[in-house]
């Protein structure tokens, strides 16, 4: 029996072990040195004399209007940039994504960096940044635009100083991000080439996330026959459906810990009826459902739909659910001991970037890779406020700081 006891203790200690070697195992690839050699300095003292460059041209892009769906006009202009900046290949694809490629030795790995260039003001047409000291004001300023010159200059940068690498590099400037990440989405989709790595330039400075959030949200409708009020005594009322789920929906239990299976949903809008003296025939609410966790995702939709079914049953109403199934939550294993996490981990303490937060809920670009399978991380641009409204400000300074981190985060995967 002492035996068995002993065996079964070395074979868990052996496991565990295995567990803890496999968690160790990547390593960062960034060391100080990287910073500080010459090839570095080169690429940061080309970036300092041209400041005054990339802010004015940073102004002009944002300057350009480009609501998700109507990108074409900055589309263009990045293309030429591409093309200027002496990329092997560059094109615009049918789905109106910028791709520029900088081929390797083809020794390397295939590793995508991707900045998007739609933003959320639909109906924008005339945009004039301000410029106060240490800030640029203007919608769509910060989400995307900083990442867009971030990643030109940083193109500009290494081309000057000569870099060599093995790797190929895939250098996008995506359609449709803020519209569930739909351009990158249709270029891995169409893409026959595969990928070891994506990265993408989105959210604050210090924001590194490796996980893709999961969106379950929807909206629920509930129709019956109407009436007017004073023919309304025991008529089916969509308002009081309506009231009746919401209520309900809002006793669900969701997971706040741990991170990787943090949910939590909202109802948004609610509305229902035209005339004031009459029941309403159809009346609806939405609803934004987000997960880091697949299951758990899965498991608090099917509860909303159990009870919008019976409060219809009860009321004597029709429903009409429709909630999305597609934006899956993912969590690769391994994802933050990954080489790939702690290199752009060490290098953001390098740089003493402020509130760095390391995050399994990211809700960018890199979800599309993290849905493929492809080892992904989004990284900050600069610092930003007020993001997704006219007011708009993103700091200058923290531009700068933000085109290092790729420069060293590309000299460390080489």
Wanted: proline letters at 3%; aromatic letters at 8%.
């Amino acid at each position: 029996m002492k035996k068995i006891i002993t065996l079964l203790v070395f074979v868990a200690f052996i496991f565990l072990a295995a567990i803890s070697s496999t968690q160790q195992s990547e390593k960062s690839l960034f060391k100080p040195e990287i910073a500080s050699s010459p090839l570095a300095q080169k690429i940061f003292s080309f970036i300092e004399k041209n400041r005054e460059a990339i802010i004015e041209e940073w102004i002009y892009l944002t300057e350009i209007p480009a609501p998700s769906g109507h990108e074409e006009k900055r589309a263009k202009y990045i293309e030429e940039q591409f093309e200027a900046a002496g990329l092997d290949e560059t094109y615009i694809d049918e789905f109106g994504n910028v791709v520029g490629i900088w081929k390797g030795t083809n020794q390397g790995k295939n590793i995508i960096f991707a900045a998007h260039m739609d933003t959320v003001f639909q109906g924008v047409w005339e945009i004039k940044v301000t410029r106060e000291e240490n800030l640029l004001k203007a919608p769509g300023v910060g989400d995307d635009t900083s990442s867009c010159i971030n990643l030109l200059w940083s193109i500009r940068a290494l081309k000057d100083a000569g870099f060599k690498h093995a790797n190929n590099y895939y250098f996008l400037a995506t359609v449709g991000e803020e519209i569930g990440f739909r351009g990158l989405r249709l270029f891995l989709d169409d893409s026959k080439e595969k990928f070891d790595m994506l990265i993408a330039l989105d959210a604050n400075l210090g924001s590194l996330s490796y996980g893709a959030l999961g969106f379950g949200g929807g909206r629920v409708v509930f129709r019956g026959p109407g009436a007017h009020t004073m023919n309304s005594r025991g008529v089916p009322n969509p308002n009081l459906a309506v009231a009746k789920a919401i209520d309900r929906i809002y006793n669900i239990s969701v997971p706040a810990e741990p991170p990787e299976k943090y949910t939590i949903y909202n109802v948004g809008m609610i509305g229902g009826g035209k005339v004031n003296n009459a029941v309403s025939q159809e009346s609806f609410f939405s609803i934004d459902l987000r997960s880091g966790d697949q299951a758990e995702l899965a498991k608090a939709a099917r509860q909303i739909e159990e009870i919008c079914r019976q409060v219809a049953d009860e009321m004597e109403v029709e429903v009409e659910i429709s909630l999305n199934k597609n934006a899956r939550a993912r969590q690769l294993p391994g994802a933050r001991h990954s080489t790939l996490v702690r290199t752009a981990e060490d290098i953001l303490k390098f740089l003493k970037v402020k509130d760095l937060e390391i995050d399994p809920l990211g809700s960018t670009d890199a979800n599309a890779g993290i849905e493929r399978g492809i080892p992904s991380i989004n990284l900050g641009r600069t610092y930003c406020r007020y993001n997704h409204s006219l007011r708009e400000e993103a700091e200058i300074e923290g531009l700068f700081v933000g085109m290092k981190q790729d420069i060293l985060m590309i000299l460390s995967l080489n």
